[in-house]
Structure formats: C-alpha cells, structure tokens
C-alpha cells in the first residue's frame, strides 16, 4: 500500500488529507484469472470491453454509472418502497428532494438519463434546430439528432487538449454562442446544452462565472438554458475548491445556486445520486412540464414512476440528500485525485488536471505509432484489461461515432482510455493496484499493433462494436 495520505484537491490547490466517512458493512468477494484466460475473454469479446463478461473482471472501471455502493439507510429506504401504480410514496419523496437539493419546481421521473434526454429533446427541439453544447456526450446527442437537432460544441478550445491546465475547462465559450446566434438567429437555436464536469473533456468542470455569464446572454437572446445535471455534485465541489468566493459555501449551497441560473435538468440518477438505476427530468415552466408529462407515459411509464420502481425512488431520494454531503464528495472525489496524482508522479500521460468521476489515459501518447482509425484508445482499454483485469472504456473515435451527414468517423481531438471510479466501492490499494497496472502498460508500449472494425451497429457504437487485431 502507498504511504502517501494526502491528494492534491485541484492541481494548483494546496493539499489535504482525506478518509471515507463510512465503514464497511458488507463485501462482494472478487477475483482475477489467468493473463491466458483474458486473453481469450478479450478475443470473444471482440476486443471491446462493453462485451466482457463482469465474472471475468478483477476491478471494474468500465464506469462509475449505476455501480456506486448504497449506504444502509438507502437499503433500508428499498424496504419501504410502496409499488402502487400510480401515486407511490416514494415518489413524493424524491420529488420533494429533488425540488430541495436542485430547487426545480416540476419533477418527471425516468428509467435513467438518457430516457430522460429522450423526453427534453424531444420535447424542446424542432428539425433543423442547433443545439449548442459545451463538448458533446454520446447519448445526449443522439437523442438531440433523433429529435432533429444539429449538435455545435461550444465548449472553450482548451478542452481538447488533454495537457492545457484550467481549473474549469467544462467552460462554455460565450463568443461561440454569440456567433452562432448572429449566424442562424436566436429562434432557430432550440436551447444551450450545458453539462457539469463535461464526461468525454475529462470530467472537466464549469466554473459559477461561466453559467451566470450564459444566464446573461441567454436573457438577452431569448434563449433557455437546460443543465445535465448528472455530475453536478463533483462540479460543485470543484467551484468550492478553485473559484473565489466559494470556499467557506457548502457543496449544496453551491450546488442549488448554479441549478438557479437554468431554466431546467436532466438527470442520470446513477452517477452522483449513489443508486444502480433511475433517473429525472425538471423544469420551471408548467406548460413543458405538462408536455414531459404526457410524454413520459408514452416513453417510461406513469408521471409518478417512470420506469422505476417505488424501492428505487426511495433510494434515489436518500442518496440525493447523502451525495450533497462535504465529506462524502471530497472522499469520492479525492480518491480519484489520489489515483490521478500517482499517475502523474510516474510521467504516464492523462488528461490534466484531473476530473471528478474517472482518469483519462491519453491514449495518442501511448501508442503514436497507431492512427486513429486503428483505435489506439480501444486497444489501450484491451491491453488494460489483459494486463490485469482491469475493465475501462474507449473514449475517442469510437466512442464519437460517424457524422450523420457526411457518413465518415468523427475524429475527436481527444482519443482517451478511461478509468471511471464508481463511488464508495473500491480502496486506496486498488487505486495502488490500478496504477501498477497502467504503469506496466505504459513501458509495454512500444510493439502493441492497431484494430480494425469488424461489426458496427448503427448507434452508439462503442457498446457493441467488435474490433480484430491487425
Ligand atoms: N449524461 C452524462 C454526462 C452521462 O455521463 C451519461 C451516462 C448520461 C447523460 C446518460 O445517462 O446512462 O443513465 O442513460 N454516462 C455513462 C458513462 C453511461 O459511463 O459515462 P444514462
């Protein structure tokens, strides 16, 4: 185990020292096979770890989405679930949660986050419509395309580059609205997709200067501004940690004052709100929650469940109110500074500074001698994974799909490997473990050999694609 006990809370921060505010109550034993048996489970899976089997997986990285570990009192709220179709209790208090934590008037539940992109784009966008965002995510702008939008990354420059150090490289870059404004005019922008800790720069965060600027012009322009919420906790942590005036605020404090300045969210419960399943979607306006509402009957299920079960809601409810905690946020996402501090002190390339949910690999940096249409950033995850059993992601040109008009790859600037940490789930020694192991890839380097695609589906395609070595 590593004798070092501090982390570094934002890279340009001063050092604190940090422990779980939990302790173990119960464990799921998990083991590691053979480097020879990977190796096989890796070729059945056609190189692509979203086919992996978990059995197969020493320590699962693959995401931090619906793998978080729930506090007894979670599991004591999954007792009390009321399954009534229509009207459950549980409901009420999620609802009641949710309008206290993020300070949104109407509540429309969802099976999980993207049903809920499903719900807003469809609901806010017409065909045609430009739907700027601050980089994109994979299910987001899918369902922004299906509802007929056309995505414009809006995010500053600096987020493409995985080295640039900026305490909120999440910013939206104002200039890049305004100039899409003057250029399609207001009316045909459907609204400005803003995302805390933006997931594919790195879990990079927003700064309150950023959104309070956007507030602005939205204002002036006419236009609304609809946050993803989903990792809105750990972006608020950030804003406590690096921007002046917001040292001495607590994370709900902070939390509910960024939630002000947009007209409404979208949510994947499965991330900060430390359940396996669930999800939401609130607005202020009562017009667009009476259409999300007939909407989510069509899509979910009735407005007072939404796919979810009554036990689920009352999970989500007390994890809500658990995620908002100072020291559970700190914990969580200090230990993946600590993992990102280790990474960085053994010269491997990651994105810098370090994110809130995950470690990105720099998987250019790795293998320069693969293209990127050999996927570097997918055999990086493959070497991973035989290395150790370690389960991580392909976050480059996979993951960023073709573009819908020309058919080609999107090449993204950024072609990473990440390392998503779910919460209060694993130890400080796995983190050593896991850097051990990216460490000894990092000085295997040299021989590894690109993929090419042998199956692709139509969306999404990082979930299902199948790859060969060449
Ligand atoms: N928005 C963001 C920023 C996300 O990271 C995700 C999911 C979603 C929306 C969609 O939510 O999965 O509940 O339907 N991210 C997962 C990940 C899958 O691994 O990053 P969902």
Redesign the pocket.
């Known amino acids: 185990m590593s004798s070092q006990r501090y982390i570094t809370m934002g890279e340009q921060k001063g050092r604190r020292s940090w422990a779980e505010p939990w302790k173990i109550k119960m464990v799921e034993p998990i083991s590691m096979i053979s480097r020879s048996e990977r190796e096989k489970a890796i070729q059945e899976a056609g190189y692509n770890t979203f086919l992996l089997r978990s059995k197969d997986v020493y320590i699962d990285l693959?995401?931090?989405?619906?793998t978080s570990a729930m506090s007894d009192r979670q599991w004591a709220g999954m007792m009390l679930g009321d399954e009534a179709y229509a009207g459950s209790v549980n409901f009420y208090n999620l609802e009641k949660a949710i309008q206290e934590i993020y300070g949104y008037e109407y509540i429309v539940p969802t099976h999980?986050?993207?049903?809920?992109?499903h719900l807003i784009s469809h609901a806010e966008i017409r065909k045609g419509q430009y739907v700027p965002g601050n980089m994109y995510?994979?299910?987001?702008r899918l369902h922004q395309e299906l509802a007929g939008g056309i995505f414009v990354d809006v995010i500053i420059d600096e987020a493409h580059d995985p080295y640039h150090i900026d305490p909120f490289k999440g910013n939206i870059d104002l200039r890049k609205v305004e100039n899409l404004v003057k250029e399609k005019g207001a009316e045909n922008i459907a609204y400005i997709s803003l995302?805390?800790?933006?997931?594919m720069a790195g879990g990079q965060p927003v700064s309150m200067a950023n959104v309070k600027a956007l507030r602005k012009l939205c204002d002036q322009h006419g236009l609304k501004l609809y946050l993803?919420a989903?990792?809105m906790v750990e972006n608020s942590l950030f804003i406590q940690l690096s921007e002046s005036g917001y040292k001495k605020k607590k994370v709900a404090e902070i939390l509910k004052e960024f939630c002000d300045y947009t007209d409404g969210a979208?949510m994947?419960?499965?991330?900060d709100h430390l359940v396996n399943i669930g999800?939401w979607v609130a607005v202020r306006d009562k017009n667009l929650a009476d259409r999300l509402r007939n909407a989510v009957v069509v899509y979910e299920g009735l407005h007072t469940y939404g796919g979810m079960a009554g036990r689920d809601m009352e999970a989500m409810a007390i994890g809500i109110r658990e995620s908002v905690e100072d020291d559970h946020i700190k914990s969580r996402v200090g230990q993946v500074l600590y993992l990102g501090e280790l990474l960085v002190n053994w010269g491997i390339p990651i994105v810098r500074p370090v994110g809130g949910?995950a470690i990105f690999l720099d998987a250019r940096a790795f293998y320069p001698h693969i293209p990127q249409d050999q996927f570097p950033a997918q055999v990086l995850a493959s070497e991973l994974y035989m290395d150790s059993g370690i389960r991580s992601?392909e976050r480059g040109v996979v993951s960023a799909g073709r573009d819908p008009q020309t058919g080609d790859h999107r090449y993204p600037k950024l072609e990473l490997t990440?390392l998503?940490i779910p919460r209060r789930v694993y130890t400080e020694a796995h983190m050593d473990v896991i850097a051990e192991s990216v460490k000894m890839v990092y000085e295997d380097r040299k021989n590894i050999k690109g993929f090419k695609m042998v199956y692709e589906p139509e969306y999404l395609r990082f979930f299902q694609a199948r790859f060969e070595r060449l």
């Open positions: 693959l995401t931090d989405s619906g999980q986050g993207r049903g809920a992109e995510f994979t299910t987001t995302a805390g800790t933006v997931n993803d989903t990792r979208w994947s419960g499965k991330k999800g949910h992601m990440r998503a």
